[in-house]
T-cell receptor, first 111, second 114 residues
Framework: QKEVEQNSGPLSVPEGAIASLNCTYSDRGSQSFFWYRQYSGKSPELIMFIYSNGDKEDGRFTAQLNKASQYVSLLIRDSQPSDSATYLCAVVPSNDYKLSFGAGTTVTVRA | KAGVTQTPRYLIKTRGQQVTLSCSPISGHRSVSWYQQTPGQGLQFLFEYFSETQRNKGNFPGRFSGRQFSNSRSEMNVSTLELGDSALYLC?????????????FGPGTRLLVL
């Protein structure tokens, strides 16, 4: 079982719609969860982090964490063409300072 | 504040050669982690250094090694290069390498092994 799994893409959404990205993780003791965005040919850049159960909003982005279900998601509201990128879910396993990444979900926003 | 810098940005080597990549963390950051990104395997953790000590290591062969200097700059070395080592090598820095800290990535070094 992979440490971090993301819903397979690619995900195509029309401009202005909501893009929903999902991620599950295997280590129940994981404490830190991150969403990175990676444009083609570029390095990952942090979008959001979440540590506690519930929702966390930052502008058009909302991260949701459910530790009981070992599930973290990212919602992108009012999607823009500039949101077209690969979104990487990253988890810090318990007692282990490293990032375990999912394979990424590629999002394309259609104008 | 300047971000994480990596040199060189691009590198072409042949099989059997060795390579050294450099990473300068954000000023004040003392933890440096290295990752390898390939289309097939995605982003994989190589190792993490803090205060010149390797604290954590991923599942890579011994050909992959690293070190950290007193100014927190880090280098990674790959010896006896193989075709499969062609990848984007990313380093990331954080303040103290604590579990609830964000890691910030550099632009990466793209290595091509021929």
């Amino acid at each position: 079982q992979k440490e971090v799994e993301q819903n397979s893409g690619p995900l195509s959404v029309p401009e202005g719609a909501i893009a929903s990205l999902n991620c599950t993780y295997s280590d129940r003791g994981s404490q830190s969860f991150f969403w990175y965005r990676q444009y083609s040919g570029k390095s990952p850049e942090l979008i959001m982090f979440i540590y506690s159960n519930g929702d966390k909003e930052d502008g058009r982005f909302t991260a949701q964490l459910n530790k009981a279900s070992q599930y973290v998601s990212l919602l992108i509201r009012d999607s823009q063409p500039s949101d077209s990128a690969t979104y990487l879910c990253a988890v810090v396993p318990s007692n282990d300072y490293k990032l375990s990444f999912g394979a990424g979900t590629t999002v394309t926003v259609r104008a | 504040k300047a971000g994480v810098t990596q040199t060189p940005r691009y590198l072409i080597k042949t099989r059997g050669q060795q390579v050294t990549l450099s990473c300068s963390p954000i000023s004040g950051h003392r933890s440096v982690s290295w990752y390898q990104q390939t289309p097939g395997q995605g982003l994989q953790f190589l190792f993490e250094y803090f205060s010149e000590t390797q604290r954590n290591k991923g599942n890579f062969p011994g050909r992959f090694s690293g070190r950290q200097f007193s100014n927190s700059r880090s280098e990674m070395n790959v010896s006896t290069l193989e075709l499969g080592d062609s990848a984007l090598y990313l380093c990331a820095s954080s303040l103290a390498g604590q579990i609830q800290e964000t890691q910030y990535f550099g632009p990466g070094t793209r290595l091509l092994v021929l």
